[in-house]
């Protein structure tokens, strides 16, 4: 009707300009109408009814989390969900974005990055109920390894690659975070080597959670003389993650982390000297269930093995619409949601939820990066039970979790 071809166009560019590299995107779509925006700000009380916005401040407005000039929302667009995220991220790098738009012939986003962030390969390594990375370059290989072989390496401190002797370390023990995992050994412990420069060391993790591109952070001053520590980077679901050189770690810290180590194993062997041979009398706790909703496979694995260690039984789900279709089956004792997924955020999760007859009375935690008031306010108009900002300490998670689930699983066992 406006004369247009029938398909429409969407073009990306990329150039660098002296120090800064723009990336526009641009479509020969609508383009943003101006009139329709400054009416749904004012109706959102965003603008005073006699408010005069020029062009630059109502561009401002389509970037606030939950606007929307749409009037009917559907699966693909109008939840006002999306240029936030794109603007709060381009800020994280330090950039910026630009909009230009013309009504009736399209628009153009342009993001404007600068040249000095650096983007590296890591491997994210989970111990515990955390997650570090490695530079990809530095990592010789990962072999998975018999809990016996495992259990040896760490009383020897010794791993034979080989015709090779190297030093072999709990990770958790290189950066303070305890002995020696806390977990029930499976069929197989993963074992990471790690070379730097001749140097080359081995290290006893919980699980390897694989490779990630992610952009390495400027340490600053107060961080940048910490031995080992080589960068330090944000997760696309918001959490921190440390960028360590294991080699050069081991090297400075290799005496604690082995008193750490030797520490562990003796406490193990106190522990299971002292304990009862019969377990007929100890009552069985049902476990309660938690359902955990997170478009980010390291959330839903740290989570995971979190809870599971804590008595819990846990269900996963990518997003909205895979936590729906798995409570057609099963409903859990608490869902623990992220906002921000693909195909259904958390938002229209919980929307859903307390819709259904069914599933209404279901306890919902938020967990979210997205700690401003509005976004709280709104949860809590949908019937979020708690909204919990990142980061969380895990002991705020569980209390959190035995609140609504209404047992605390973890005395109980114990």
């Known amino acids: 009707a406006a004369g247009k071809p029938p398909t429409g166009t969407v073009r990306l560019s990329v150039r660098q ?24 700000a004012r109706s959102l009380g965003l603008l005073a009814p006699d408010a ?17 000039s749409m009037r009917e929302a559907n699966a693909m667009a109008g939840r006002g969900v999306g ?36 983007v590296t390969q890591v491997v994210l390594l989970r111990v515990g109920g955390r997650v ?33 002797e190297l030093p072999c370390y709990w990770f958790g023990a290189l950066t303070g975070d305890g002995g020696a995992s806390t977990e029930t050994a499976g069929r ?33 001053p107060q961080l940048s003389r910490v ?7 944000l997760l696309p679901e918001g959490s921190l993650v440390l960028i360590y050189n294991p080699v050069a770690l081991a090297a400075v810290h290799g005496t604690q982390a082995a008193r750490l180590m030797d520490e562990a194993r003796a406490g193990a062997a106190s522990a299971h000297a002292a304990a009862p041979d019969d377990f007929d009398d100890l009552a069985l706790v049902p476990a309660n269930t938690v359902l955990v909703v997170d478009d980010s496979i390291t959330v839903r694995r740290v989570t995971q093995r979190f809870l599971s260690r804590n008595g819990y039984n846990v269900m996963l789900a990518k997003d909205g619409l895979d936590a729906l279709e798995q409570l057609q089956g099963t409903l859990p004792d608490v869902v623990l949601t992220d906002i921000e997924m693909p195909r259904m955020d958390g938002f229209d999760l919980t929307r859903n939820i307390r819709a259904d007859e069914r599933t209404r009375h279901l306890p919902v935690i ?22 919990l900002g990142k980061p969380y300490s895990e002991d705020e998670l569980l209390a959190l979790i035995r609140r609504y689930a209404g047992v605390d699983l973890a005395a109980a066992s114990a």
């Open 17 to 40: 300009e002296g120090s800064e590299v723009r990336i526009a995107v641009s479509d020969d779509g609508a383009g943003l109408d101006d009139t329709a925006i400054a009416a749904r």
């Open 83 to 118: 240029l936030d995220v794109v603007r709060s991220d381009t800020r994280a790098l330090g950039g910026r974005i630009e909009v230009e738009s013309m009504l009736g012939h399209g628009s153009t986003f342009t993001l404007v990055l600068p040249l000095t962030t650096a």
């Open 132 to 164: 570090y990375a490695v530079p990809s370059n530095l990592v010789d290989r990962v072999v998975r390894i018999k809990p016996s072989e495992a259990a040896g390496a760490a009383q020897q401190r010794v791993w034979r690659d080989a015709d090779a």
């Open 188 to 220: 197989s412990v993963p074992l990471v080597l790690v070379r730097s420069a001749a140097q080359r060391v081995a290290l006893l993790v919980d699980e390897v959670l694989g490779n990630q591109e992610v952009v390495v952070k400027n340490l600053g």
């Open 366 to 387: 938020m967990i979210t990066s997205r700690i401003a008031d509005k976004h709280r306010n709104y949860a809590e108009e949908l019937g979020v039970d708690h909204y």
């Open 227 to 233: 031995p080992g520590l080589a960068g330090v980077s």
């Open 52 to 68: 005069q916005p020029d062009t630059a401040q109502l561009h401002e407005l389509i970037f606030r989390a939950g606007f929307s």
